[in-house]
């Protein structure tokens, strides 16, 4: 995968061009490619070659949020909003094996393939609770996305 961060690096010209591939390349590693012992190696290379800095913030936030997430770990608790603009609790959500996955309303692509990934694994494992997490600030904007995937 870094293969693909140094390829881009070099065939592209065009800073601003070269920058939508590189974060393009870096959410789809992280979002669905990701090997976390290779993550730190992965974002520091996305790092040094991207200089979009709103970017880089926002990959540094989803790395470290993924490397908080490893199987064990205990989440701290935190107030959520629910679909009703309801404060909730993490802990409150969590009442059986659960599978946490975030997402956010900009990139659409990801929302839908993990939604229809999320609709397999319930069939397959019904005893698993899935907690859907949006990452983004607009709780209208995440509303109307919802209600896009009929929730």
Do not use: C
């Amino acid at each position: 995968n870094i293969k693909k961060l140094n390829i881009s690096d070099t065939l592209i010209k065009n800073q601003k061009i070269k920058n939508n591939v590189l974060n393009g390349l870096a959410l789809r590693y992280l979002m669905e490619e990701q090997n976390l012992s290779n993550n730190t190696t992965y974002i520091k290379r996305y790092l040094e070659l991207s200089t979009d800095k709103e970017m880089q913030n926002d990959i540094k936030k989803i790395e470290s949020s993924i490397q908080k997430l490893t199987e064990g770990n205990k989440l701290k608790s935190e107030s959520f909003i629910d679909e009703n603009n309801n404060p909730v609790l993490l802990e409150n959500l969590i009442t059986r094996k659960s599978v946490l996955f975030f997402y956010t309303t900009g990139l659409t692509s990801h929302l839908s393939a993990v939604h229809k990934k999320v609709i397999s694994f319930k069939e397959k494992y019904p005893n698993i609770n899935f907690i859907a997490v949006n990452i983004d600030d607009s709780f209208e904007v995440w509303k109307k996305k919802l209600r896009e995937f009929n929730h």
